[in-house]
T-cell receptor, first 112, second 113 residues
Framework: SQKIEQNSEALNIQEGKTATLTCNYTNYSPAYLQWYRQDPGRGPVFLLLIRENEKEKRKERLKVTFDTTLKQSLFHITASQPADSATYLCAKNPPGYSTLTFGKGTMLLVSP | KAGVTQTPRYLIKTRGQQVTLSCSPISGHRSVSWYQQTPGQGLQFLFEYFSETQRNKGNFPGRFSGRQFSNSRSEMNVSTLELGDSALYLC????????????FGEGSRLTVL
């Protein structure tokens, strides 16, 4: 079965540093990976999508990489701010299959 | 454009009862998915509807069902509620492109006593 794993331990960093979150998957490589942000009691919000033929994607302070050899995606937030504190979810789906499988998410805490 | 709207936001039921949750997708979105979120299991896929047809179904018992109407609005129903059904139920919509991102609602928080 498809599995997607994210570090269950919260990541604590200081404001201004770069946060790096990891997403590992098993079995076949997905057609693409997506990253979402979720605040407590709210629904997830889409951040970035990266396709299997893309190595890197950027959006403002966010950067996502995709390594199909390592079966891993890294999510970076540069110049992090306390407002970036949230749970970040990774999601994948295989080619031709539309349903997304989500990881359990990693909580990021940015302290001033 | 209005976002995905879910009702009710919070509800409390007792074991054995049944519940119906509603979801109005973003205008123009024909695909609606439902997810259950619990602290231990994370986001678990329930089912997806497209043009009133169930396209995919997750690994949940038959007590969980859903439907989609001609205006793309969707409902999900859980019968014979169990304590373990307590969760945040999230609805998400997207365009009919398979590779599109999901737009989530704020969820319906169900507590089963």
């Amino acid at each position: 079965s498809q599995k997607i794993e994210q570090n269950s331990e919260a990541l604590n960093i200081q404001e201004g540093k770069t946060a790096t979150l990891t997403c590992n998957y098993t079995n076949y490589s997905p057609a693409y990976l997506q990253w979402y942000r979720q605040d407590p009691g709210r629904g997830p919000v889409f951040l970035l999508l990266i396709r299997e033929n893309e190595k890197e994607k950027r959006k403002e302070r966010l950067k996502v990489t995709f390594d199909t050899t390592l079966k891993q995606s890294l999510f970076h937030i540069t110049a992090s701010q306390p407002a970036d504190s949230a749970t970040y979810l990774c999601a994948k789906n295989p080619p031709g299959y539309s349903t997304l499988t989500f990881g359990k998410g990693t909580m990021l805490l940015v302290s001033p | 454009k209005a976002g995905v709207t879910q009702t009710p936001r919070y509800l409390i039921k007792t074991r054995g009862q049944q519940v119906t949750l509603s979801c109005s997708p973003i205008s123009g979105h024909r695909s609606v998915s439902w997810y259950q979120q619990t602290p231990g299991q994370g986001l678990q896929f329930l089912f997806e509807y497209f043009s009133e047809t169930q396209r995919n179904k997750g690994n949940f018992p038959g007590r969980f069902s859903g439907r989609q109407f001609s205006n793309s609005r969707s409902e999900m129903n859980v019968s014979t509620l169990e304590l373990g059904d307590s969760a945040l139920y999230l609805c998400a919509s997207r365009t009919d492109r398979n590779t599109g991102e999901l737009f989530f609602g704020e969820g319906s928080r169900l507590t089963v006593l």
